[in-house]
T-cell receptor, first 113, second 117 residues
Framework: NAGVTQTPKFQVLKTGQSMTLQCAQD?????MSWYRQDPGMGLRLIHY???????DQGEVPNGYNVSRSTTEDFPLRLLSAAPSQTSVYFC????????????FGPGTRLTVL | AQSVTQLDSHVSVSEGTPVLLRCNYS??????LFWYVQHPNKGLQLLLK??????LVKGINGFEAEFKKSETSFHLTKPSAHMSDAAEYFC???????????????FGSGTRLSIRP
């Protein structure tokens, strides 16, 4: 049971490039989320999904796309990277309601030059 | 407005002394409350959670927190700090119990805990 996995661990992009951050979980969780973590701001929700085929926007969705074709995978796409997207990105999953524990991946540290 | 406030951005204590990390929330509902810990360059791990059962909640590694509705607080405590407790701690509130939406989960800005030898 690997839990939540994220790839890559580190990435450097140039402004305007696109890329996909991968997230997968093997706990059969319905709910998956993407957060970004910036100093002094906690974690902010980018996009989330309540099940395969269903996604919705969080607090800071601009510049990011998601899709959920399977229960296991929830990739995050940066369409045209900007320096403001330099951050640490965390994927999380949980089994259902807001009383449930979220399980976090190890994070992806992204730098946009 | 619904929110969660961690009152200290940085707390420093000596090894073996008590730890207090403060968290206040604002919510129109009876919330579920969580504390997560993040060690350097790691993901977040659940320490403990309150979901309307006992108001004093015990977590991992000797941490506990007490839900005080009258004070809208959920402070995290530990009787004796250990060097391995040095990490960032996040208070998290889930605003609508049982509501199936990740958008209703709010993170505090975090408290960095340092332990002096």
């Amino acid at each position: 049971n690997a839990g939540v996995t994220q790839t890559p661990k580190f990435q450097v992009l140039k402004t305007g490039q696109s890329m996909t951050l991968q997230c997968a979980q093997d706990m059969n969780h319905e709910y998956m989320s993407w957060y970004r973590q910036d100093p002094g701001m906690g974690l902010r929700l980018i996009h989330y999904s309540v099940g395969a085929g269903i996604t919705d926007q969080g607090e800071v969705p601009n510049g990011y796309n998601v899709s959920r074709s399977t229960t296991e995978d929830f990739p995050l796409r940066l369409l045209s990277a900007a320096p403001s997207q330099t951050s640490v990105y965390f994927c999380a999953s949980s089994s259902g309601r807001n009383t449930d524990t979220q399980y976090f991946g190890p994070g992806t540290r992204l730098t946009v030059l | 407005a619904q929110s969660v406030t961690q009152l200290d951005s940085h707390v420093s204590v000596s090894e073996g002394t008590p730890v207090l990390l403060r968290c206040n929330y604002s919510s129109s509902y009876s919330p579920s409350l969580f504390w997560y810990v993040q060690h350097p360059n790691k993901g977040l791990q659940l320490l403990l959670k309150y979901t309307s059962a006992a108001t004093l909640v015990k977590g991992i590694n000797g941490f506990e927190a007490e839900f005080k509705k009258s004070e809208t607080s959920f402070h995290l405590t530990k009787p004796s700090a250990h060097m391995s407790d040095a990490a960032e701690y996040f208070c998290v509130v889930s605003l609508i119990p049982g509501y199936s939406s990740a958008s209703k989960i709010i993170f505090g800005s975090g408290t960095r805990l340092s332990i002096r030898p």
